[in-house]
Protein backbone atom coordinates (compact mmCIF):
# COMPACT_ATOMS: atom_id res chain seq x y z
CA UNK A 1 0.00 0.00 0.00
CA UNK A 2 0.84 3.18 -1.04
CA UNK A 3 0.47 6.64 0.47
CA UNK A 4 1.08 10.08 -0.66
CA UNK A 5 1.15 13.46 0.90
CA UNK A 6 1.79 16.59 -0.85
CA UNK A 7 2.84 20.00 0.67
CA UNK A 8 4.31 23.40 -1.08
CA UNK A 9 1.37 24.51 -2.39
CA UNK A 10 0.14 28.46 -1.57
CA UNK A 11 -0.40 31.65 -3.09
CA UNK A 12 2.00 33.04 -5.44
CA UNK A 13 2.10 36.27 -7.75
CA UNK A 14 2.38 35.42 -11.56
CA UNK A 15 6.04 34.81 -12.76
CA UNK A 16 6.97 33.45 -9.65
CA UNK A 17 7.61 29.77 -8.40
CA UNK A 18 6.67 26.83 -6.18
CA UNK A 19 7.95 23.66 -5.03
CA UNK A 20 5.72 20.88 -4.70
CA UNK A 21 6.64 17.94 -2.57
CA UNK A 22 4.84 14.46 -2.03
CA UNK A 23 6.25 12.14 0.24
CA UNK A 24 5.62 8.54 0.50
CA UNK A 25 5.39 5.82 2.46
CA UNK A 26 6.25 2.15 1.51
CA UNK A 27 9.16 0.61 0.15
CA UNK A 28 8.17 -0.02 -3.48
CA UNK A 29 8.20 3.72 -4.35
CA UNK A 30 11.29 3.54 -6.12
CA UNK A 31 9.51 0.86 -8.52
CA UNK A 32 6.58 3.31 -9.32
CA UNK A 33 6.00 6.08 -12.15
CA UNK A 34 5.04 9.27 -10.47
CA UNK A 35 2.82 11.82 -11.77
CA UNK A 36 1.29 15.37 -10.85
CA UNK A 37 -2.01 16.03 -11.97
CA UNK A 38 -3.93 19.29 -11.40
CA UNK A 39 -7.88 20.05 -11.23
CA UNK A 40 -8.94 23.66 -11.73
CA UNK A 41 -12.99 24.94 -10.52
CA UNK A 42 -15.33 23.32 -12.95
CA UNK A 43 -12.97 21.60 -15.13
CA UNK A 44 -11.22 18.00 -15.39
CA UNK A 45 -8.63 16.37 -13.48
CA UNK A 46 -5.59 16.83 -16.11
CA UNK A 47 -2.26 15.37 -16.42
CA UNK A 48 0.64 17.64 -15.59
CA UNK A 49 4.13 15.77 -15.38
CA UNK A 50 5.77 11.91 -14.55
CA UNK A 51 8.76 10.61 -13.99
CA UNK A 52 9.51 6.69 -13.90
CA UNK A 53 10.82 5.27 -10.94
CA UNK A 54 14.24 5.36 -11.52
CA UNK A 55 14.17 9.25 -12.92
CA UNK A 56 15.60 8.09 -16.29
CA UNK A 57 12.14 9.53 -18.32
CA UNK A 58 10.02 12.30 -17.45
CA UNK A 59 7.03 13.56 -19.17
CA UNK A 60 5.43 16.61 -19.35
CA UNK A 61 2.10 18.26 -20.66
CA UNK A 62 2.23 21.21 -23.26
CA UNK A 63 0.79 23.71 -21.07
CA UNK A 64 3.92 23.41 -18.56
CA UNK A 65 6.90 22.23 -20.67
CA UNK A 66 9.33 24.53 -20.08
CA UNK A 67 8.24 26.27 -16.38
CA UNK A 68 8.04 23.29 -14.62
CA UNK A 69 10.43 20.40 -13.79
CA UNK A 70 9.71 17.27 -12.16
CA UNK A 71 12.44 14.87 -10.68
CA UNK A 72 12.82 12.29 -7.75
CA UNK A 73 14.68 11.17 -4.58
CA UNK A 74 13.88 7.54 -4.22
CA UNK A 75 16.65 7.96 -1.24
CA UNK A 76 13.60 10.24 0.51
CA UNK A 77 10.63 8.52 -0.91
CA UNK A 78 10.09 12.16 -2.33
CA UNK A 79 9.03 13.26 -5.75
CA UNK A 80 9.02 17.10 -6.67
CA UNK A 81 7.39 19.41 -8.92
CA UNK A 82 9.27 22.86 -9.67
CA UNK A 83 6.95 25.41 -10.87
CA UNK A 84 8.40 28.20 -12.42
CA UNK A 85 7.12 31.15 -14.50
CA UNK A 86 3.50 30.26 -12.73
CA UNK A 87 0.47 32.23 -15.09
CA UNK A 88 -2.64 32.13 -13.54
CA UNK A 89 -4.02 29.51 -15.39
CA UNK A 90 -2.05 27.45 -13.05
CA UNK A 91 -4.29 28.32 -9.94
CA UNK A 92 -5.75 24.32 -9.41
CA UNK A 93 -5.58 21.90 -6.81
CA UNK A 94 -2.60 19.77 -7.54
CA UNK A 95 -2.22 15.70 -6.84
CA UNK A 96 0.46 13.79 -6.67
CA UNK A 97 0.06 10.00 -7.58
CA UNK A 98 1.74 6.52 -7.98
CA UNK A 99 1.48 4.34 -10.72
CA UNK A 100 1.80 0.67 -10.14
CA UNK A 101 0.69 -0.91 -13.65
CA UNK A 102 4.20 -0.86 -15.75
CA UNK A 103 2.10 -1.31 -18.61
CA UNK A 104 -0.70 1.60 -18.29
CA UNK A 105 -0.42 4.80 -20.09
CA UNK A 106 1.54 8.24 -17.81
CA UNK A 107 -0.88 10.33 -19.57
CA UNK A 108 -4.12 9.05 -17.94
CA UNK A 109 -5.33 9.62 -14.75
CA UNK A 110 -6.91 6.10 -14.93
CA UNK A 111 -3.87 4.71 -14.83
CA UNK A 112 -2.79 5.78 -11.71
CA UNK A 113 -3.56 3.68 -8.33
CA UNK A 114 -2.81 5.82 -5.14
CA UNK A 115 -3.50 9.61 -5.01
CA UNK A 116 -2.53 12.32 -2.17
CA UNK A 117 -5.25 14.49 -1.05
CA UNK A 118 -3.78 17.75 -2.83
CA UNK A 119 -2.78 21.01 -2.14
CA UNK A 120 -3.98 24.16 -3.75
CA UNK A 121 -2.17 26.51 -6.08
CA UNK A 122 -3.05 30.13 -6.37
CA UNK A 123 -1.26 32.47 -8.85
CA UNK A 124 -2.61 36.48 -8.55
CA UNK A 125 -2.60 38.65 -11.97
Known amino acids: QVQLMESGGGLVQAGGSLRLSCAASGRTFSSHTMGWFRQAPGKDREFVAAITGGGGNTYYADSVKGRFTISRENAKNTVYLQMDSLKPEDTAVYYC??????????????????WGQGTQVTVSS
Open 97 to 114: AAKTNPWASVLRSQSYSH
